[in-house]
């Protein structure tokens, strides 16, 4: 029982991560391809903006899915 329970956290941790570096991936990205667009910098600043409180919302999943393993 205790075994499958590490191994259903680590299988969450593992897909948190994937899932962060996803979304940062998508922060550089559509910098790059909206700025060679020529997309009014608003836009861009807003889009980022959304991108990285995904990232920070799945980073403090992560750290909340840390602090309960510990």
Do not use: P, W
């Not at 590490?6 to 299988?11: K, N």
């Not at 991560?17 to 940062?24: G, K, M, P, W």
């Not at 807003?46 to 403090?60: D, E, G, H, K, P």
């Amino acid at each position: 029982m205790a075994h499958d329970v590490r191994h259903f956290i680590l299988c969450v941790k593992l897909f948190t991560d994937a899932e962060y570096f996803v979304v940062q991936t998508l922060v550089r990205a559509s910098s790059i391809v909206f700025s060679s667009l020529n997309v009014g910098t608003h836009c861009i600043y807003v889009i980022t903006q959304l991108l990285n409180f995904s990232a920070q919302r799945l980073y403090i999943g992560r750290q909340l899915i840390d602090f309960s393993v510990a």
